[in-house]
T-cell receptor, first 115, second 113 residues
Framework: GAGVSQSPSNKVTEKGKDVELRCDPI?????LYWYRQRLGQGLEFLIY????????KSGLPSDRFSAERTGESVSTLTIQRTQQEDSAVYLC?????????????FGDGTRLSIL | DAKTTQPPSMDCAEGRAANLPCNHS???????VYWYRQIHSQGPQYIIH???NNETNEMASLIITEDRKSSTLILPHATLRDTAVYYC??????????????FGAGTQVVVTP
């Protein structure tokens, strides 16, 4: 497809389990971003990747959160030992380049529910 | 990045133009104005952006005042599917902070039949 694709669209898991969320950016986009959006709240930046540069991890809330990206393609966000406060929609976005006037384009997110 | 102010809500009749204002009185010369919207249960959708000149695309028009202290997003013929929260964001490209989008409260637009 032409847009950012995220999977799964919904994920329900028990507290303490690990989860892995996937993002397929728009082809040709070198920058990829992860955000979290809690119910009724705004976007919370987590991490972004720009090409082969070291990612900006400044938004990751704890060491239970990590993300990887292979080249300029798929990215995975991993949450270890999930807690109930991790329940949120996790959004991925991509753009042509990170530091430019090019806009970010978002996927529809993964809705994560921790029981 | 400059702060933006938007009305919390507005209604619009289907088929009419929707004019969404945004105040960014502290904007600096190299900051762009971006508009996104978020329809319930979907990810944010990019609409349009501009620096100084008015811009138009297939979704909307962006009118930026000459002093750049405010702008208006125009949806020319609103439909029920345009019901969403609309966010006006001011960002400075060529800086590391561009990667960290922050949405304010936005304007809840409700299009009525």
């Amino acid at each position: 497809g032409a847009g950012v694709s995220q999977s799964p669209s919904n994920k329900v898991t028990e507290k303490g389990k690990d989860v892995e969320l996937r993002c397929d950016p728009i082809s040709g986009h070198t920058a990829l971003y992860w955000y979290r959006q809690r119910l009724g709240q705004g976007l919370e930046f987590l991490i972004y990747f720009q090409g082969n540069s070291a990612p900006d991890k400044s938004g990751l809330p704890s060491d239970r959160f990590s993300a990887e990206r292979t080249g300029e393609s798929v990215s995975t966000l991993t949450i270890q030992r999930t807690q109930q406060e991790d329940s949120a929609v996790y959004l991925c976005a991509s753009s042509l380049r990170a530091i430019s006037n090019q806009p970010q384009h978002f996927g529809d997110g993964t809705r994560l529910s921790i029981l | 990045d400059a702060k933006t102010t938007q009305p919390p809500s507005m209604d619009c009749a289907e088929g009419r133009a929707a004019n969404l204002p945004c105040n960014h009185s502290t904007i600096s010369g190299n900051e762009y104005v971006y508009w996104y919207r978020q329809i319930h249960s979907q990810g944010p959708q990019y609409i349009i952006h501009g620096l100084k000149n008015n811009e138009t695309n297939e979704m909307a028009s962006l009118i930026i005042t000459e002093d750049r202290k405010s702008s208006t997003l125009i949806l020319p013929h609103a439909t029920l599917r345009d019901t969403a929260v609309y966010y006006c964001i001011v960002r400075r490209p060529l800086t590391d902070s561009w990667g960290k989008l922050q949405f304010g409260a936005g304007t809840q637009v409700v299009v009525t039949p």
